[in-house]
């Protein structure tokens, strides 16, 4: 994992290992905001140790959407989809899902390949990519570890 930081604004970039040897390895580029994340996700051919240039070789808003934490508990969890293709609408509703865990706005773009959402595996990925966010973000958020 690598990680750069101005002022309170830090970037991670981290390799998500498949759980399964027959998906594709995930990159994670974590924009840690004000109160807010801004991430990205895919699929990466790179190596480990070149993970930080997974983001530059993929497409940063092919599936992209924005989340609040909901005002009340128990109430509605605004968003919006801010770039989406036919072949990918995934992003919306995981970002719903990480803004009400994490109680931040949240901006997600998920680069999957439509190949992989449309056959058996993409379930699957989605479900390595999802906890492979939630990891990430509990270890930023815990107060002796992540980005500082």
């Known amino acids: 994992m690598t990680s750069e930081t101005t002022a309170s604004i830090s970037v991670e970039v981290k390799?998500?290992?498949p759980s399964d040897p027959s998906l594709p390895a995930l990159a994670l580029q974590v924009t840690r905001l004000v109160d807010s994340y801004m991430l990205w996700i895919g699929t990466t051919e790179v190596p480990l140790n070149d993970v930080d240039k997974a983001a530059t070789?993929?497409?940063l808003c092919k599936d992209w959407a924005c989340a609040m934490p909901p005002r009340v508990a128990g109430g509605a969890i605004p968003a919006?989809?801010?770039f989406r293709s036919a072949e990918s609408d995934v992003a919306l509703s995981m970002a719903q899902r990480l803004a009400k865990r994490?109680?931040?706005q949240v901006f997600l773009s998920v680069d999957v390949p439509s190949t992989?959402?449309?056959i058996g595996q993409g379930p699957k990925l989605l479900l390595d990519a999802e906890k492979g966010i939630v990891t990430t973000?509990?270890?930023i958020e815990q107060p002796s570890g992540g980005a500082k």
């Open 15 to 17: 390799y998500l290992t």
């Open 57 to 59: 070789q993929s497409s």
């Open 80 to 82: 919006t989809s801010l």
């Open 102 to 104: 994490f109680g931040k």
């Open 116 to 118: 992989f959402l449309n």
């Open 137 to 139: 973000l509990l270890e």
